[in-house]
């Protein structure tokens, strides 16, 4: 294809997201995509019994 590198492609395509998404959106962006990976990871390491009995974040256990 352009024969360009690993870093060189790397470059661009962040900066076609950066013109996409826009700038005050790209932190959001990265903090949301980050979570959605830890989640992940937390899924495929925990059992998935006790992923089942696990209250989840958003819970109403903790209100009055």
Same mark, same amino acid.
């Given at each position: 294809?352009?024969? &360009?590198?690993? /870093?060189?492609? !790397?470059?661009? /395509? !962040?900066?076609?997201? !950066? /013109? &996409?998404?826009g700038?005050?959106? !790209?932190?959001?962006? +990265?903090?949301?995509?980050?979570? +959605?990976?830890?989640?992940?990871?937390?899924?495929?390491? *925990? *059992?998935?019994?006790?992923t089942?009995?696990?209250?989840?974040?958003?819970? *109403?256990?903790?209100?009055v």
């Amino acid at each position: 294809m352009l024969g &360009l590198g690993k /870093v060189e492609e !790397l470059v661009i /395509v !962040l900066i076609i997201i !950066l /013109v &996409l998404v826009g700038g005050k959106k !790209l932190p959001e962006l +990265s903090r949301g995509l980050s979570e +959605s990976i830890r989640e992940v990871r937390r899924g495929f390491r *925990d *059992d998935p019994k006790e992923t089942a009995s696990r209250p989840q974040a958003g819970s *109403d256990q903790n209100k009055v």
